[in-house]
């Protein structure tokens, strides 16, 4: 299929910069075959090691990873155990592997509700990547976009009231992306949601106003490098226009 000379070829020159994920399906792919929703989120780990190193070859610099949501506290305690289990495992197991490949990890996600361990795992492997220069990995956790937006808005006004001054719309649209928790770095340009599902979620919902969709109905834990490179491959078919005409339209 896709992996010829002249797609890597395409890739390497027109790849997105950024590609934003989210990784849908893990409970469908394990009640297909019987097994515990746990299973599913297990094997989701394998999807993700794939993508990650899928990600650096294809020459993405970030990469944002959808990895459990403001929202998913709503499921049992026993699937909420397990997903926190899995992810100490991921941070344990990865980390050191992050630095001998030059990623650079950072979370995103409020950190409040997560247990302190997870948080100095998160802190550590954060420390130790913070100056590498390959691929950034971004994993959002316990991630909401309204409530990242409501925040950033809150904080907003904190610094301008101690300031005792009004900001004008033109200021605040300036500074709003520092405080969000993606900061100053590049908007999504490619997102894609597996599984079938075609919402967002409450995903990057500002970051992603100009992103491109992929949806695809392959499940997470069966997600390969072949289908990450053919959302990639498709991506550079698309016509960004951001609002404004391409040349055959003028
Ligand atoms: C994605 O898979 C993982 C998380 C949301 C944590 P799901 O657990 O949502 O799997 P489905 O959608 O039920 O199949
Ligand atoms: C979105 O998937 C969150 C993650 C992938 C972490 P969900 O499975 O939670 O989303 P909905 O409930 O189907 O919208
Ligand atoms: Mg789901």
Not at 121 to 149: C, H, M, P, S, V
Not at 181 to 203: H, Q
Not at 223 to 249: C, H, I, V
């Amino acid at each position: 299929m896709v992996s010829d000379f002249a797609s890597m070829n395409t890739l390497k020159e027109n790849a997105p910069r950024h590609v934003a994920v989210i990784m849908d399906g893990n409970g469908r792919w394990a009640k297909k075959r019987g097994l515990p929703r746990s299973a599913g989120h297990k094997q989701g780990i394998e999807a993700v090691r794939r993508t990650v190193k899928a990600a650096a070859e294809f020459g993405v610099e970030y990469l944002t990873l959808f990895s459990f949501s403001s929202e998913n506290w709503s499921r049992p305690e026993s699937e909420i155990k397990e997903l926190m289990r899995l992810l100490r495992y991921y941070l344990k197991s990865e980390t050191a592997e992050f630095h001998r490949g030059n990623v650079s990890l950072k979370v995103i996600g409020n950190r409040e509700q997560l247990d302190d361990d997870i948080v100095k795992l998160i802190e550590n492997a954060e420390t130790l990547t913070k100056d590498n220069t390959g691929l950034t990995l971004i994993i959002a956790l316990n991630y909401g976009a309204r409530q990242e937006i409501l925040q950033a808005v809150s904080s907003i006004c904190s610094t301008y009231l101690a300031k005792g001054v009004v900001p004008d719309e033109l200021e605040v649209e300036t500074v709003f992306p520092d405080h969000l928790s993606t900061g100053r770095m590049p908007d999504p340009d490619l997102l894609i949601r597996t599984s079938g599902e075609k919402r967002i979620s409450n995903f990057l919902l500002w970051q992603c106003a100009y992103a491109e969709f992929f949806f695809s109905d392959v499940l997470w834990p069966d997600f390969t490098k072949r289908d990450f490179e053919e959302a990639l491959l498709d991506y550079t078919n698309r016509e960004r226009r951001f609002g404004s005409l391409s040349e055959s339209q003028r």
